[in-house]
């Protein structure tokens, strides 16, 4: 496990493997406390960096990812809610937040900031971090993340087509898929035949 006191260098960027990193986290479906390791081991793990506690635009994204928790754990995926805040703030919001009653997936804290600093999103005026979401493979190597700023929420339902679009590829090497893919859709096969022709294969 690579030590936090390592955490300050270089970014972690796409196809890049991320660190082991234990961070003090909340367990809403039990209301405990205790600590997390990630990306979790043999599993799809997706990091949702939110910028605060108690804010505006936080809790109904949480709501909205609390709504797809259940797809996501039949996909096999381990979703974690992550910000700056500790887990004492995150106890008081979500006993305070009547939106975020059925968010039941955990929420690390990382207080310090030194994780985020990692994936390239920690705001170093205010000890914030951007709105960011982070798809990790099994094998631990980041394949996806959407950076946004402070006052645009994101969509859990595109985080499931991105997870079964990157399950789908995974499980099938070769094969590309298209714009929107959805399971049951037509692939691409990447090739010198298909060049210019993508269209009409997709309308065959």
Same mark, same amino acid.
């Given at each position: 496990?690579?030590?936090? !006191?390592?955490m300050?260098?270089?970014?972690? /960027?796409?196809?890049?493997?991320?660190?082991?990193?234990? %961070?003090?986290a909340?367990?809403? $479906?039990d209301r405990?406390? +205790?600590?997390?390791t #990630?990306?979790q081991?043999?599993?799809? /793990?997706?990091?949702?960096?939110?910028?605060?506690?108690?804010?505006?635009?936080?809790?109904?994204?949480l709501?909205?990812?609390?709504?797809?928790?259940?797809? =996501? $754990?039949?996909l +096999?995926?381990?979703l974690?809610?992550?910000?700056?805040? /500790?887990v004492f703030?995150?106890?008081?919001w979500?006993?305070?937040?009547?939106?975020?009653?059925?968010?039941?997936?955990?929420? *690390?804290?990382?207080? /310090? @900031?030194? %994780? *985020?600093?990692? =994936? @390239?999103?920690?705001n170093?005026e205010? +000890?914030t971090a =951007?709105?960011?979401t982070?798809?990790?493979?099994?094998e631990?190597? %980041?394949? *996806?993340?959407e950076?946004?700023?402070y006052?645009?929420?994101?969509? *859990? !339902?595109?985080?499931?087509?991105?997870?079964?679009?990157?399950?789908?590829v995974a499980?099938?090497?070769?094969?590309?898929?298209? !714009?929107?893919?959805?399971? @049951?859709?037509?692939?691409?096969?990447?090739?010198?035949? %298909?060049?210019?022709?993508?269209?009409?294969? #997709?309308?065959?």
């Amino acid at each position: 496990m690579e030590e936090l !006191a390592g955490m300050q260098e270089g970014i972690i /960027t796409l196809g890049r493997s991320l660190p082991e990193i234990v %961070l003090p986290a909340y367990f809403p $479906a039990d209301r405990s406390e +205790g600590q997390i390791t #990630l990306p979790q081991s043999g599993k799809w /793990t997706v990091l949702v960096y939110y910028p605060a506690d108690f804010t505006f635009v936080c809790p109904t994204e949480l709501a909205d990812y609390a709504r797809y928790h259940e797809k =996501l $754990a039949g996909l +096999g995926v381990a979703l974690i809610g992550i910000s700056t805040d /500790t887990v004492f703030t995150h106890k008081a919001w979500l006993d305070a937040e009547k939106m975020l009653a059925e968010v039941k997936f955990p929420l *690390a804290a990382d207080h /310090t @900031g030194r %994780l *985020a600093r990692r =994936l @390239g999103i920690y705001n170093e005026e205010d +000890g914030t971090a =951007l709105r960011g979401t982070f798809v990790i493979d099994p094998e631990g190597v %980041l394949r *996806a993340q959407e950076i946004t700023w402070y006052d645009v929420g994101r969509s *859990a !339902a595109e985080l499931v087509r991105q997870i079964e679009a990157f399950q789908f590829v995974a499980a099938n090497p070769g094969v590309a898929c298209p !714009a929107g893919w959805k399971p @049951g859709q037509k692939v691409l096969r990447p090739g010198l035949e %298909l060049v210019g022709r993508v269209g009409e294969e #997709l309308a065959a």
